[in-house]
T-cell receptor, first 116, second 111 residues
Framework: GAVVSQHPSRVICKSGTSVKIECRSL??????MFWYRQFPKQSLMLMAT?????????EQGVEKDKFLINHASLTLSTLTVTSAHPEDSSFYIC????????????FGPGTRLTVT | DQQVKQNSPSLSVQEGRISILNCDYT??????FLWYKKYPAEGPTFLIS?????DKNEDGRFTVFLNKSAKHLSLHIVPSQPGDSAVYFC??????????FGKGTHLIIQP
């Protein structure tokens, strides 16, 4: 149980284009989903928190107009990186909390974004 | 300001022995802590958690100890196996907030 998937696993895009990353909880309903980013040899940094049916809450320093988050259902959240730049190249990971867990978060496999 | 610290970037342990991974935190408002195992280019895998009202939680080979007065927690793996080689992240959370992660410790299990 507690499986989270992400799609795509890897994407290369050109500077100025937008990329959408999907995060799904496969066997439980996720009341809350989170998006993290990890740069090489760094820790995971929380970008935003999304609750189903409401606006996402962004961490300080994360541009909400650049990183659009939609949590349309209890099993799906999407992150859209708009007008991507090379500095947005990173490993994006989502997590989900819900089901029987009170506070444990289960992570997806991550998406490697490379902006050329 | 780093609220969760893992001061050992790497740790080498012989197979069969005990692995002890340490984590310190500064925010006394955290009310739960988790350990994750991670391989490169993969998402973290949940291992074990502990609520701030407890001082120990055990699950198979994994035991987490929490010392609130010292703001310190540790993960013990006994016995260590080759498949345990990975990067281990300590994470802390409060209420419904997202997690704050340490920088990770690369555990290497030697045969």
């Amino acid at each position: 149980g507690a499986v989270v998937s992400q799609h795509p696993s890897r994407v290369i895009c050109k500077s100025g284009t937008s990329v959408k990353i999907e995060c799904r909880s496969l066997d439980f309903q996720a009341t809350t989903m989170f998006w993290y980013r990890q740069f090489p040899k760094q820790s995971l940094m929380l970008m935003a928190t999304s609750n189903e049916g409401s606006k996402a809450t962004y961490e300080q320093g994360v541009e909400k107009d650049k990183f659009l988050i939609n949590h349309a259902s209890l099993t799906l959240s999407t992150l859209t990186v708009t007008s991507a730049h090379p500095e947005d190249s990173s490993f994006y990971i989502c997590s989900a909390r819900g089901g029987t867990s009170t506070y444990e978060q289960y992570f997806g496999p991550g998406t490697r974004l490379t902006v050329t | 300001d780093q609220q969760v610290k893992q001061n050992s970037p790497s740790l080498s342990v012989q197979e069969g022995r005990i692995s002890i991974l340490n984590c310190d935190y500064t925010n006394s408002m955290f009310d739960y802590f988790l350990w994750y195992k991670k391989y490169p280019a993969e998402g973290p895998t949940f291992l074990i958690s502990i609520s701030s009202i407890k001082d120990k939680n055990e699950d198979g080979r994994f035991t987490v100890f929490l010392n609130k007065s010292a703001k310190h927690l540790s993960l013990h793996i006994v016995p260590s196996q080759p498949g345990d080689s990975a990067v281990y992240f300590c994470a802390a959370g409060r209420g419904a907030d997202g997690l704050t992660f340490g920088k990770g410790t690369h555990l290497i299990i030697q045969p």
